[in-house]
């Protein structure tokens, strides 16, 4: 079991930037690939960061360049900076841990936190 916890979402002008951290507790936080979601108003939730157990990360197109993902496993905590923000990025933004053992899939989310990009 993983609870994730998000911080560090607000309102922020275009051109701005934000630190979103997700805490994680419970299970070996290391063994995960973490990864940051966001869901728009009418939209359907899309991937935007993924970072494996191993450190490699992925970027949705729209992000990349603006966008870093990290992770720091002593701290159990992942990271997302987002920089050059633009009204676009506006949406929940939400934590998500995965893991694939074997024919076992463990999947958790945090609570999501909201970012607001004003033009």
């Known amino acids: 079991q993983v609870q994730l916890v998000e911080s560090g979402g607000g309102l922020v002008q275009a051109g701005g930037s934000l630190r979103l951290s997700c805490a994680a507790s419970?299970?070996?936080?290391?063994?995960?690939?973490m990864g940051w979601y966001r869901q728009a108003p009418g939209k359907q939730r899309e991937l935007v960061a993924l970072i494996t157990y191993g450190g490699s990360t992925n970027y949705t197109d729209s992000v990349k360049g603006r966008f870093t993902i990290s992770r720091d496993n002593a701290k159990n905590t992942v990271y997302l900076q987002m920089n050059s923000l633009k009204p676009e990025d506006t949406a929940v933004y939400y934590c998500?841990?995965?893991?694939?053992?074997?024919?076992?899939?463990?999947?958790?989310w945090g609570q999501g936190t909201q970012v607001t990009v004003s033009s």
């Open positions: 419970g299970s070996i936080f290391s063994t995960y690939a």
């Open positions: 998500n841990a995965e893991k694939v053992t074997g024919i076992w899939r463990y999947n958790y």
